[in-house]
């Protein structure tokens, strides 16, 4: 399920996903108690909270619509696909789906930003999404796993 509660998932399976989102609870409290309120109102009235966000909804329904038909004509120059893979071997990812999917999620994150062409903005929006369930696990590691790499893209990806 992937539940932490259940015990880690084997990393074969970890790899047949494509992007990871790692989620933290929110520590702002101004966000928080809105989390709260938004919760409230849902639960209270399903259908008028729905109503009140229909609008920013459907905007970010028609966007995605657009990336979708526009993602197969965005560029993905040599040049980045040589990053991408720099980033892979430096933090010793196995296998090449992590390189992959990078490569795909940086065209549909220029997509959905409406461009053209990939930058190594959105190279470094995905990388985090495509790799942290790809490193190895190091028992002593006591930071985030995800800071390795961003000191790999601070290294790799020109600014």
């Known amino acids: 399920s992937g539940n932490p509660e259940e015990g880690e998932l084997r990393p074969q399976l970890l790899d047949r996903f494509g992007l990871h989102a790692f989620i933290e609870t ?12 938004r919760r409230i109102a849902f639960d209270d009235n399903p259908m008028e909270f729905i109503e009140r966000w229909r609008s920013e909804t ?13 993602v197969v004509s965005v560029e993905l120059p040599d040049q980045f696909l040589t990053v991408i893979a720099s980033i892979s071997s430096e933090l010793s990812i196995d296998g090449h789906r992590g390189e992959l999917v990078m490569a795909r999620a940086s065209r549909a994150n220029a997509a959905l930003e409406g461009r053209t062409t990939v930058t190594t903005a959105d190279i470094r929006a995905v990388a985090p999404l495509a790799l942290r369930h790809r490193l190895r696990k190091d028992p002593l590691e006591t930071s985030d796993p995800g800071r390795r790499i961003d000191r790999v893209l601070d290294r790799v990806v020109p600014a």
């Open 58 to 70: 459907e905007k970010l329904r028609e966007q995605i619509a657009r990336a979708q038909s526009s």
């Open 26 to 37: 929110e520590q702002d409290v101004k966000r928080r108690v809105e989390i709260m309120r």
